[in-house]
């Protein structure tokens, strides 16, 4: 409602006019277009704009005035009111107030209750600000203050479907809970009755205490823990601390001086409270029992980039050898695409069960060769399992060392590896669709379960490799999971395309000494090593010189084809340099081409660095005799000091015209 020109009630057009059913209006659109046709209401404006058509009050129809008041009451009470209302707006500081008040037990306020004391702090905020100016008060509202309270009871009780609340509407009360809120602001609000405890809930505390500890000594189950609770009440036996020696007292577990009586369904519903099924459980399951059955996961989502992360777990593969045994591999996954970029497989009779650090080091290896063979860069991250790769934390897998990040995941908990839900994936999608699969015997799924009676297929050890690289090649070749992400792009392609563009590329001639292959071998010439029948030359003739003799290390890693396109040589655990293979050119003058021309003269810019190096050191030497000394000489005498003459100077350049005559009689 308004008034227009100060003094004429006007409904605004949706408080009068029902447009749909969902509207609040009191007429229909066409009952309100029937009016205002035939003249029977007085309208102002037009509409739009956020402007409301505005009806007329005292034109309506008896009928209409009717229906309003039935809405609205006296329309006339209800703007003088309208300023309070217009003064009700949530406040976000008792929002946050309600939000986080805790009572005196440590409990919070219930949603519901929250709510309501919010509104409560609006309403009588609005009070608070009218009655602020008294002056303002009787111009808005045309009422004395001791009328005002009046006014504020039956104004709550109309705002009471817009703002819920728990205030009072009588003036008896209703004022003094104002004055109360103004002085001890929201927490006047709070009706402390909501958080107290009975005496019974506190011996209920002790009884449950009792209860648990009896539970979680060793494994009784709940019907024993009622009859020992029933014995110890009873007199019949005493309970005994067992780390302190002190009794337990049993009138700490009575209510006026009378045992508290529980059933055997009290005592299974103390200790199964789901807070004290954690506690228990805690006490009698083991840690991996525990953490999957309670502990809060944690909800991952995977990296943006590919090689952010990379993650790695030995696998016993699904099949049996011929001799009943398994095949154990380590397989490396980027956890972003799913594809696996390193691999190595061992026989599960070999020593340290197959999985050991020279397996691990394989995989390793693996994975470089095709991070080198491809250009890529170091993965950001990589996620390992304690057990064997924990033997790598000072060097290999010191975090900074060659990985920027590096986890170890805990032992026996199979949900923090990334590994183990790759691994599960592809051992149902692919590795269950081949003969001899050896389910497990107890899968949830019939399906996935061993039949003992009809796998009876074995396979060499060659077999079972070339067989799991056959399902590698197909999983990384297959569709990545995600094609809403992904459309049409298979976990190699996500994992080529979609690298992280701040990846360091590898150092080779550090990481070659850790996942590298290799070889003793000598410098010769003063120019090259030999690896694998190749040479491969020395960057410059002043690498001689850094040599403490010509026996060097030199590591490796070949390419996928096994060739090795370059050395890293060590002396003494020392980076040397590193060696490209020697290039040669036609000796033949008329089939040189532009390439062998540069080699060759390559090869003589070597040799004339070599020549030069050797010439300056030569020249560095010098020539010299021996003397033998004669008894004489072993002692030199010293010679005697010579007189010591003044400086004089002579000038050549100037005639000297002095009158030494003159000078001499006046001496005289």
Known sequence: MKYVDGNILCLEYPDFVREDSESVGIVPEGTYKSLKKRGNIITHGRGGNGNAVL???????????????????????YMAKQPIRDLIKPDLAAIRFFNTYEGPNGKKLSGEDRKLYCSDAAILNAFKTLLADKRELKRLLNVKVTAFWNIAGELIKEVSKQYPNTLPTSYRRLKPHFDAYVDNSYAALIDLRKF???NNKKVDTSIEHLLLSIYTDGKPYSKDVHETYQRFMAGEIKLVDGDTGQLFDREDYMTDGKPIELSKTSVWRYINKPINRSV???????????????????????AIYTLSKITMDDISLPFKMKDGSRVWAYEIWD????????????RSNDEGSGKNRNLFMQAIHDMFRNIVNNNWGIPAQIEVEQHISNTFSDDLL?????????????????QEKRAEHFINRKKYDLQKKRLGFQGRPFARTEANRLNEDKNTVRYSFEEIVAN??????????????????????TRWQV??????????????????????????????????????????????????????????????????????????????????????????????MAERTEADEHIMHKQFSYRQNFDTTIKDRVNKLVKFDVVENTPEQATPKKADKAPEIAPQTINNNKPDKTDWRKKAMEDL
């Open 55 to 77: 009806i007329e009050y005292e034109s309506l129809p008896p009928m209409y005035k009717e229906l309003v008041k039935l809405k609205f009451g006296d329309p006339y009470e």
């Open 196 to 198: 107290n405890e009975s």
């Open 280 to 302: 228990v459980d805690k006490m009698r399951l083991s840690a991996l029992q525990f953490n999957s059955k309670h502990r809060p996961h944690q909800h991952r989502h995977d």
């Open 335 to 346: 956890t972003t695409s799913g594809a696996i970029i390193g691999k190595a497989f061992g």
């Open 398 to 414: 010191k975090e900074g060392f060659i990985f920027p990040f590096v986890h170890f995941c805990r032992g026996g908990n199979p």
């Open 468 to 489: 799991e690289n056959a399902d590698i090649t197909t999983w990384n070749n297959a569709l990545h999971p995600d094609q809403d992400k992904y459309p049409g792009q």
């Open 495 to 588: 994992l080529t395309n979609n690298m992280n563009p701040q990846l360091v590329e590898p150092d080779l001639s550090m990481i070659s000494r850790y996942i590298g292959n290799a070889t003793q071998t000598s410098v010769y010439r003063s120019q090259y090593v030999v690896v694998k029948h190749n040479k491969y030359a020395l960057p410059s003739a002043e690498v001689i010189a850094q040599l403490t003799s010509l026996h060097v290390t030199a590591y490796f890693i070949p390419a996928q084809d096994g060739t090795i396109n370059e050395v890293h040589l060590y002396q003494n655990d020392q980076y040397v340099c590193t060696c490209g293979l020697l290039e040669t050119y036609n000796e033949a």
